[in-house]
């Protein structure tokens, strides 16, 4: 062991009273940052997985439709007024061939066709609005996974089968292997066999969609051979804007991501963690400035000693690092400590936050990076808190410490 | 005459900045000969203990030139000064000022440790053999907050040995013990003196004490105004008897 570490550890172990006091200081800065990291973590992955358990992370569909002038005599100045067109269902030109684009953009791991519209549901005298939604069950699972949120049955979409949601069906009063009559534009209707009944957490959801094959969609709809939008998983959610840009520009379609459709989802996830790092920031400042005065003591209360190691031969540069070690002991010792102690605090609060059937509300996102980043920023912390007083140490006169 | 272990001449010692600059050291001359007993004596504010840290190479002197051990020292920079000190010089201090978060063996090995960079084993012998010269073997594992003014006094002369220094300065390194403690410490410092051959210079304002050395010299406002061999009846017979 070099010689300023056996006088570090020796300098810490003798204060003993203010050794504990700074490591519990530590200790409860590091628990705090890392009770903190783990809640607001595993509060925005619960958000973000409610958000997007049925949603796909991009869309990519026609542009809207505008009105267009017709005919321009040449030469002719026109004044024209633009009125709003109703959107109709559109259909995506060539959309094998953009789902074939759609996949190639890097950060895609899934795309699928959908077809979307209205249409109306009903079962005897009852008929409800419902969001058709046409796909290929095992395409569209890789978007969202409904077959790992069904009550009932099976998310398979064979022949004239649908999957609905538990709020539909218990409107209806369906079960699976009932039938369900589907109604789109005009004259267009179909009878379907329930396959599944699915809970994608969200009651407007669960009352409203309805999963047929996608031929059966494009039949109720009027969109023969056509789908309406291509919806893609990406790798890394957060990273969705840049792929949609992507696939935007490929294409020549419009991509949304969830970002733009959730903007104040975004915006909350954004606000939380900027408050996070706040208050995380000034903990550690706290911290920092805990360990530094911790030290300052120390060295004033060490000046004697310091000056004879000194006056013995102790370089200054030795006297400095026994205190800039010390600092970091503290940070490194005091974080260990504080991370058991963080992560107790958010298992603890996760038991306390249950759902009625005994799962955690949320589940508390502890994992290795996290301690090692608070054990790190807390021994870095340590160090620079130590610049100060092991400076001062440094500076001390041994002639005038040792003759007072 | 042998060469000089320590040699000052014309050492003048300004401390402050102008215009409030206080001159300590008004031009020291002095001579130390190896295996030489010697006390510094004067009164407060005489500038002995300036002396005493300019010779201690704790600071610089603002002029003149300082030879130790056949190093002029004025050429050293801090980081050359720090282990020429710790080569050749041992201090011993009013205050024992050993390190309380070691033990008196540990403070002992510190300075050893820190001028070969590294610990072995054979620190750690030589720390208990001084520890036995200095009659505290037993107390080897104490923390220094353990010992006595005397004992904690007598582990900081051990220590102050630990790199067999050629040199060892003492400020009034009695002063702060009883009677009987200071008998005791003396006769260890004298001891070590005639048995090792190790030069010290004591600084004292203790008449009684500076006649038991072999030489005193006297300080008064920075300058040294007597440098006598003192005569004991046992070394040398007195000039005085001698005559009659």
Not at chain 1, 40 to 60: R, W, Y
Not at chain 1, 293 to 304: A, D, E, G, W
Not at chain 1, 375 to 389: K, N, S, Y
């Amino acid at each position: 062991m070099p010689l300023e570490w056996f006088l570090a550890i020796r300098f810490l172990k003798e204060g003993r009273a203010q050794t504990a006091l700074i490591f519990g200081g530590v200790a409860v800065g590091a628990g705090v940052v890392v009770f903190l990291s783990a809640l607001i973590t595993g509060l925005q992955a619960s958000l973000v997985e409610q958000t997007l358990g049925s949603q796909a992370h991009v869309v990519v569909r026609p542009p809207e439709e505008e009105a267009r002038v017709v005919e321009r005599p040449a030469g002719a100045v026109l004044a024209v007024r633009r009125e709003r067109t109703p959107q109709r269902v559109q259909a995506i030109g060539q959309w094998q061939q953009v789902l074939e684009q759609a996949r190639s953009v890097p950060g895609v791991i899934a795309a699928a066709p959908t077809v979307n519209g209205s249409a109306f549901a009903s079962r005897g005298s009852v008929t409800k609005a419902v969001s058709l939604r046409g796909v290929e069950a095992e395409s569209y699972d890789r978007i969202v996974a409904v077959s790992r949120k069904l009550e009932l049955g099976l998310f398979r979409l064979a022949g004239a089968e649908a999957v609905i949601g538990k709020g539909l069906a218990d409107e209806l009063g369906l079960e699976v292997g009932d039938k369900l009559r589907l109604a789109g534009e005009g004259e267009r209707a179909d009878v379907f066999t329930v396959a599944g009944i699915f809970d994608l957490g969200n009651k407007d959801v669960n009352q409203r969609w309805v999963f047929v094959p996608l031929r059966s969609a494009q039949n109720l709809l009027d969109l023969p051979g056509g789908v309406s939008t291509i919806e893609l998983r990406v790798e890394d959610y957060l990273k969705a804007d840049e792929a949609a840009q992507l696939v935007a520009a490929r294409t020549g379609l419009v991509a949304e991501s969830w970002t733009e459709l959730n903007r104040q989802l975004l915006v909350a996830l954004r606000s939380q963690s900027a408050s996070s790092y706040m208050i995380q920031f000034f903990v550690i400042v706290a911290v920092a400035l805990g360990i530094a005065s911790v030290l300052v003591v120390s060295v004033v209360q060490k000046s004697r000693e310091v000056g004879i190691l000194k006056a013995m031969g102790i370089c200054t540069g030795m006297v400095q690092r026994v205190f800039l070690i010390q600092g970091a002991i503290v940070g490194l010792v005091g974080s260990a400590l504080g991370s058991a102690l963080g992560a107790g605090l958010a298992l603890l609060f996760a038991n306390l936050a249950q759902n009625p059937d005994g799962s955690a509300l949320f589940p508390v996102d502890l994992n290795a990076t996290l301690f090692l980043t608070a054990t790190a920023v807390a021994t870095v912390t340590g160090l620079v808190a130590a610049v100060a007083p092991a400076a001062r140490a440094a500076r001390l006169d041994p002639a005038e410490v040792i003759h007072a | 005459m042998p060469e000089p272990l320590l040699e000052l001449k014309e050492v003048v010692k300004d401390y402050g900045t102008p215009p409030l600059v206080t001159r300590a050291l008004r031009g020291v001359d002095l001579s130390v000969t190896p295996g030489e007993f010697a006390a510094l004596i004067g009164p407060s504010g005489s500038g002995k203990t300036t002396l005493l840290n300019v010779i201690g190479l704790l600071h610089k002197p603002t002029s003149g030139r300082m030879t130790l051990a056949g190093t002029d020292t004025t050429r050293l920079d801090d980081d050359g000064l720090t282990r020429f000190r710790a080569r050749t010089l041992g201090f011993v201090f009013q205050f024992h000022h050993l390190v309380p978060a070691l033990t008196a063996l540990e403070n002992i090995v510190v300075p050893m440790w820190s001028l070969q960079g590294r610990r072995d084993e054979s620190m750690r012998r030589r720390a208990l053999e001084l520890l036995d010269a200095v009659g505290l073997a037993h107390k080897a594992d104490s923390r220094a907050t353990a010992l006595s003014g005397g004992q904690a006094q007598r582990v900081a002369i051990a220590r102050a040995l630990a790199n067999r220094p050629a040199l060892v300065l003492a400020d009034e390194p009695t002063g702060n013990l009883d009677t009987a403690s200071a008998d005791e410490v003396f006769g260890l410092l004298r001891r070590v003196n005639r048995e090792l051959g190790t030069t010290f210079l004591i600084v004292t304002h203790d008449p009684r004490l500076a006649q038991r050395t072999d030489r005193v010299v006297e300080i008064v406002d920075g300058r040294i105004v007597s440098d006598e061999a003192v005569a004991t009846a046992r070394d040398q017979p007195r000039p005085v008897s001698a005559k009659a």
